[in-house]
């Protein structure tokens, strides 16, 4: 089910009349357990059952890690390790595997044909599994305890608002919330409905209207294109991914704080990122902290000297790459992200002190700096291989001297606009909070900017398309 | 006790507003912007009604039964069959799978895989589209078939919802007044040597839960809709200039793919036929400036002729039989009661080349 479709409109409307109108808290969890297990069984089934088993697996392996022994907790860590990542790597990344292992092969001289396997991806499934395993990582590192109840946890990792596309919930943050029923919160209801808005507004508007049939044509065409089509198509897939993750994020925020429930913000504000480290502050946030605490920290971090420091965080920007999809495009886009991150540390260490770094004209060229990198990394991540990667860059590189012009000047001008109000808005509030910028608003404003959101919306009609990150 | 040591305290903040006052200020604002909208789209000549979605298709699909008889093809077999006529003609009723702007092949295939289907297929053939090798006519057919294929229950219950509120409101149309296609009427100067698709005709049909498609009457009159619509085909029809660096293989390839669609739709014609289904393969009338062009890129003697003869399917040119000699009012397709009176005299036709 789909937040930008006519179904959840109305699933939204009964779970929320519902939820409000029973009185036992218990009763109101069990509402929101099946209303999550509908909302994911209604793409497929039977995948609810492989959800329901993995979820249930690391509860009880949450159970023996908090009872055993300090010498075979480790034991059963491995264990919810090994069984997560296992249904990932077999749903997710079998062919992947298969097709690498027979090229390998092929290498050595050895014909090797694997059959190709018939799996049809679960949707949502790295996401959830992000969020079962994380209470099993965080149950043996001792951050938090485990949970009695079962049904706690089954809702803590299918809780419809961001089971299958983020933010990556961790357990420790959403059980404590299980315990007791949401306190009184003034104006949570309509503070949660203008944050679906928003996300919506986002999601169907910016990014599948405004800039989504721009990037498709652009990495969609099968020869070269003009310098500034290819360009513009770059300038509008970032614009589009951003809009339409962060439009995801923004509604699963605010359908939980409609139910009562607090999640963090998974962006904030990245196209006023200066540097690599700002931009994964400020980008998939719950990811980037999930990769640091369970994944760059347990490898030593930055403590490690700066050779080894530089290697992890490539090293994990390269698992967070495959994260992304079973394609060598997603691991270069995460070893651009890591090299870059990794020279940036280097920088970092080298200019220690140095004040300039802070003055207004340098942040503004290192912002519009990272911004290019960034936009040139998602080439890799966006085209469907890598001759159509190449082929692009060297289009915007100025490099290929044929090429089409595909772009309306109307689609130029779309992509021009949207992106120049995106970095004004993303620079302007980039040392504060979405929520405090609007507290700053008059009330006429903020009230005219939610009916043109809402208007623009309807003017879509629906016929926005799935969320990129579902994919995932 | 499960949260000891986690200690989670984050509580989003919530700005201080009038929030109440400004959710009914909201609604009630949107309520009225949508009523002016509706009142504007119904002052320019729109009425409630259904759009052509994929999803609308999937229903037609999944009516197919295995002795169905099943309409596929172009635009022209969507606007020129009555369906109601056509059950009077044939004893049952049709299920229309005919598809606007598409190259029907994948359809046509889909059915001859269909292991349960051994109904009858009539099938409009514009050849210039039936040999597309790739492009929108192919892409309109198999995003239709993958809705079909993968469409959960979700989107079945959205799809039914949908349905219901385009029946009531005017301005629910996904050709014409979606917000991507108001903005596509912004007049923004091109550059001049850009290569950018032809605008696809205005709304100007309207379609039952059954698919039954009938020309808008604003349509059927010589007026501006008219004369926009059949300014629209000859770009549309006119295949892209492939650009003079486009590299040989790849013409090569597009080539080989033209030509072996003769074998393909032998092969999915003798698929249906092996099962006890039958086919048929009908030209439909075309007009004006559009009957030149298509007379003049797609002779009768090449495509049309070949096919029938690889195929051994039984054809029907609407040339050969004065009846069925219409005028298109904008030269592509026939007004609503043309289409009934066409149909009716396509019966008997439809019978004999079923029966050969």
């Known amino acids: ?226 310098t500034l089509d290819a360009w513009t198509g770059v300038i509008a897939f970032s614009g589009q991914i951003f809009f339409d993750f962060s439009g995801y994020s923004t509604c699963a925020i605010g359908a939980a704080l409609c139910l009562g429930f607090h ?109 290019l990198i960034v936009c040139i990394a998602w080439v890799f991540f966006r085209a469907s291989s890598f001759p159509a990667a190449g082929m692009l860059l060297g289009a915007m590189a100025g490099k290929i001297p044929v090429g089409q012009a595909i772009l309306s000047g109307r689609e130029i001008l779309q992509v021009g606009l949207v992106t120049v109000l995106l970095w004004f808005a993303h620079w302007r509030l980039r040392d504060t909070s979405l929520e405090a910028s609007i507290a700053r608003k008059p009330a006429w404003l903020v009230g005219t900017t939610w009916t043109l959101m809402l208007g623009a919306i309807i003017l879509t009609q629906g016929s926005g398309n799935a969320f990129i990150y579902f994919q995932f | 006790m499960h949260s000891s040591t986690s200690n989670f305290d984050f509580q989003r903040t919530i700005p201080e507003l009038p929030w109440r006052g400004l959710l009914l200020a909201t609604l009630l604002l949107t309520a009225i912007g949508t009523a002016a909208w509706e009142i504007r789209a119904r002052s320019m000549g729109y009425a409630p009604g259904l759009n052509d979605t994929s999803d609308l298709w999937a229903d037609r699909r999944e009516a197919v039964q295995p002795d169905s008889i099943v309409i596929v093809g172009d635009s022209r077999a969507l606007f020129d069959l009555d369906l109601d006529t056509l059950e009077q003609g044939l004893g049952k009723r049709p299920v229309q799978l005919a598809l606007v702007g598409s190259c029907a092949y994948p359809i046509f295939e889909n059915l001859a895989n269909d292991e349960t289907f051994h109904g009858t297929v009539i099938t409009s053939i514009i050849p210039g589209v039936w040999m597309v090798p790739g492009g929108p006519p192919l892409e309109n057919s198999k995003k239709a078939l993958k809705r079909y294929h993968t469409r959960t229950v979700a989107q079945k219950a959205g799809h039914h919802l949908g349905m219901w509120l385009e029946e009531h409101l005017a301005f629910m149309r996904q050709d014409d007044l979606t917000l991507d296609q108001l903005l596509k009427r912004v007049a923004v100067p091109n550059r001049a040597d850009s290569y950018l698709p032809p605008r696809l005709p205005p709304y100007f049909s309207t379609i039952a839960r059954d698919r039954d498609t009938k020309m808008a009457e604003a349509c059927v009159r010589p007026g501006p809709l008219q004369d926009r619509v059949k300014q629209g085909w000859i770009p549309l029809f006119t295949p892209p200039k492939f650009p003079d660096y486009t590299p040989k293989e790849v013409l090569e390839e597009m080539a080989q793919a033209t030509e072996a669609r003769f074998s393909e739709t032998a092969a999915a014609v003798n698929k249906i036929r092996a099962r006890g289904g039958k086919v048929v393969f009908v030209r439909f009338p075309h007009s004006g400036d559009l009957k030149k062009f298509e007379d003049a890129g797609t002779p009768r003697a090449g495509i049309w002729t070949r096919l029938l003869a690889e195929t051994k399917v039984p054809g029907i040119y609407y040339e050969d039989f004065p009846e069925l000699i219409f005028d298109c009012p904008e030269w592509s397709h026939l007004s609503g009661p043309d289409a009934v009176e066409f149909t009716k005299r396509l019966g008997p036709h439809l019978k004999t080349a079923l029966d050969k």
């Open chain 1, 1 to 226: 089910m789909l937040f930008n479709s006519l179904t959840f409109v109305v699933f939204f409307a009964l779970v929320m009349g519902g939820y409000w109108s029973l009185q036992s808290w218990g009763a109101r969890k069990n509402l929101l357990l099946v209303a999550s297990y509908i909302f994911y069984g209604a793409w497929n089934p039977p995948f609810a059952l492989l959800l329901f088993a993995t979820t249930s697996l690391d509860y009880w392996l949450g159970a023996r890690i908090a009872a055993a022994p300090p010498e075979s907790r480790k034991i059963w860590l491995v264990a919810s390790v090994t069984a997560n990542l296992s249904m990932l790597g077999f749903f997710k990344y079998g062919n992947f595997l298969l097709e690498n292992t027979k090229w390998l092969l092929a290498q050595a001289g050895v014909a090797y044909s694997p059959p190709h396997l018939d799996v049809f991806l679960p949707i949502g499934i790295s996401f959830y599994t992000f969020h079962s395993l994380s209470y099993t990582l965080d149950v043996y590192r001792g951050a938090t305890q485990p949970t009695r109840s079962l049904r706690d946890f089954l809702l803590a990792v299918s809780f419809f608002p961001q089971l299958v596309a983020g933010p990556i919930v961790r357990a420790a943050d959403f059980l404590p919330q299980c315990d007791a029923p949401p306190t009184p919160l003034k104006n949570r209801l309509q503070w949660g409905l203008f944050l679906m808005s928003l996300g919506m507004f986002q999601k169907v508007v910016l990014a599948d209207t405004l800039l989504a049939p721009i990037s498709d044509s652009v990495f969609g065409h099968p020869s070269p294109v003009l």
């Open chain 1, 263 to 371: 999640l963090k913000d998974n962006f904030l504000f990245p196209f006023a990122a200066v540097g690599f480290s700002d931009f994964w502050r400020r980008w998939h946030i719950s990811l980037s902290t999930f990769l640091r605490d369970y994944l760059y920290f347990p490898l030593g971090g930055s403590r490690v000297g700066a050779v080894r420091a530089a290697f992890n965080l490539v090293l994990v920007m390269f698992l967070g790459g495959l994260w992304h999809g079973a394609a060598w495009t997603f691991v270069v886009w995460g070893l651009i992200h890591g090299i870059c991150l990794a020279v940036e540390h280097v920088f970092r260490g080298l200019t220690k002190g140095a004040t300039w770094k802070e003055t207004l004209p340098v942040k503004l060229a290192l912002c519009l700096l990272t911004y």
